[in-house]
């Protein structure tokens, strides 16, 4: 299927309201400030594109059903323009996927090589980690895993030696890192978030 049409910028909008939290017609209208029967023609075309399923939840009032629109599967669309290998393809996004995209969408490209790395050290120790968080806003960006095993603290130590002047890892516990502020932070793996 091709999914340039379903991108447009107002149906995007729509999309990106969707993926933040399932909402009504209502609040996408207002969100979006258009009318309301314009948000529902558009997400009629994404239901019919199997790109959003909508739900009837509790009354919401006057005994009428609420209807909340949500995102049918997670995909990533990608246009890639390399030579030799010009080739639009979707993807549906595993667990995987959103780990090493959450890596990606990080400003600093020379991060990447690293964090993937991090990760692939880190992999079989997954069930024991509760996040992995990144702070880039000091000049050598700290890398925070949770986790109360103690066990991971030479994995984690031996990689951030290896890393040297790029980044700094950390092994926090659950109760220490609620003394960090985690909000400025980009969030790269919660255990929470992919079950």
Same mark, same amino acid.
């Given at each position: 299927?091709?999914?340039?049409?379903?991108?447009?910028?107002?149906?995007?909008?729509?999309?990106?309201?969707?993926?933040k939290?399932?909402?009504?017609?209502?609040?996408?209208?207002?969100?979006?400030?258009?009318?309301?029967?314009y948000?529902?023609?558009?997400l009629?075309?994404?239901?019919?594109?199997?790109?959003?399923?909508?739900?009837?939840?509790?009354?919401?009032?006057k005994?009428?059903?609420?209807t909340?629109?949500?995102?049918?599967?997670?995909?990533?669309?990608l246009?890639?323009?390399?030579k030799?290998?010009?080739?639009?393809?979707?993807?549906p996004?595993?667990?995987?996927?959103?780990?090493?995209?959450?890596?990606?969408?990080?400003?600093?490209?020379?991060?990447?090589?690293?964090?993937?790395?991090?990760y692939?050290?880190?992999?079989?120790?997954?069930?024991?980690?509760?996040?992995? &968080?990144?702070?880039?806003?000091s000049?050598?960006?700290?890398?925070?895993?949770?986790?109360?095993?103690?066990?991971?603290?030479s994995?984690?130590?031996?990689?951030?030696?290896?890393?040297?002047?790029?980044?700094?890892?950390?092994l926090?516990?659950?109760?220490?890192?609620?003394?960090i502020?985690?909000?400025?932070?980009?969030?790269?793996?919660?255990s929470?978030? &992919?079950?």
């Amino acid at each position: 299927m091709d999914f340039d049409l379903f991108f447009s910028s107002q149906r995007w909008r729509i999309l990106e309201i969707i993926a933040k939290k399932p909402s009504s017609t209502t609040e996408i209208s207002q969100k979006l400030n258009t009318t309301p029967s314009y948000v529902s023609q558009q997400l009629k075309l994404l239901e019919a594109a199997d790109i959003i399923v909508k739900e009837r939840t509790g009354f919401a009032e006057k005994g009428k059903p609420r209807t909340v629109f949500s995102l049918s599967r997670e995909i990533l669309h990608l246009n890639v323009l390399m030579k030799g290998l010009p080739i639009k393809k979707t993807i549906p996004l595993s667990d995987y996927h959103k780990i090493i995209l959450r890596i990606w969408l990080l400003d600093n490209a020379e991060l990447h090589y690293h964090i993937e790395k991090l990760y692939w050290r880190l992999e079989k120790d997954l069930k024991n980690i509760r996040s992995i &968080f990144i702070d880039t806003s000091s000049i050598k960006p700290k890398v925070f895993v949770i986790s109360d095993i103690k066990a991971l603290k030479s994995k984690i130590n031996s990689f951030s030696k290896e890393a040297g002047d790029i980044l700094e890892c950390f092994l926090v516990s659950g109760e220490d890192f609620k003394k960090i502020s985690p909000e400025k932070m980009h969030h790269i793996y919660d255990s929470g978030s &992919f079950t």
